[in-house]
């Protein structure tokens, strides 16, 4: 069993930023990626970023790219967000999520299907 453990997220004005945490815990013969997705009221949940284990490369979603940045610390098998120049739009309900198992084509990475273990979600607000 996989267990991600969130931290992080709050109310930060435009322009601001914050940072996001995640830890796996549990039995993970194998990590192919991890990253974050989000989910603002009444959409969809949307790619955010991931790295990739296999090639050690992150993917970002174009609308956060230059202002988002991930990073790990692998050997407590947690990822981090950083998100500067927070916008309105930023806000959402953030989720890390885990894909383990082997590689896949670059396009299901920004899938949500492609990832089997979620964390619980945490609350980022943007507002002045």
């Known amino acids: 069993q996989v267990h991600l453990i969130q931290s992080g997220g709050g109310l930060v004005q435009p322009g601001g930023a914050l940072r996001l945490s995640c830890a796996a815990s549990?039995?993970?013969?194998?990590?192919?990626?991890m990253g974050w997705f989000r989910q603002a009221p009444g959409k969809e949940r949307e790619f955010v970023a991931v790295?990739?284990?296999?090639?050690?490369?992150?993917l970002y979603g174009r609308s956060v790219k230059g202002r988002f940045t991930l990073s790990r610390d692998n050997a407590k098998n947690t990822v981090y967000l950083q998100m500067n120049a927070l916008k309105p739009e930023d806000a959402a309900v953030y989720y890390c999520?885990?894909?383990?198992?082997?590689?896949?084509?670059?396009?299901?990475?920004?899938?949500?299907?492609?990832?089997?273990?979620w964390g619980q979600g945490t609350q980022v607000t943007v507002s002045s």
């Open positions: 549990g039995q993970i013969d194998s990590i192919d990626a």
């Open positions: 790295f990739k284990f296999s090639d050690r490369n992150t």
């Open positions: 999520a885990l894909r383990a198992g082997r590689r896949t084509i670059v396009t299901e990475y920004y899938n949500v299907r492609a990832y089997g273990y």
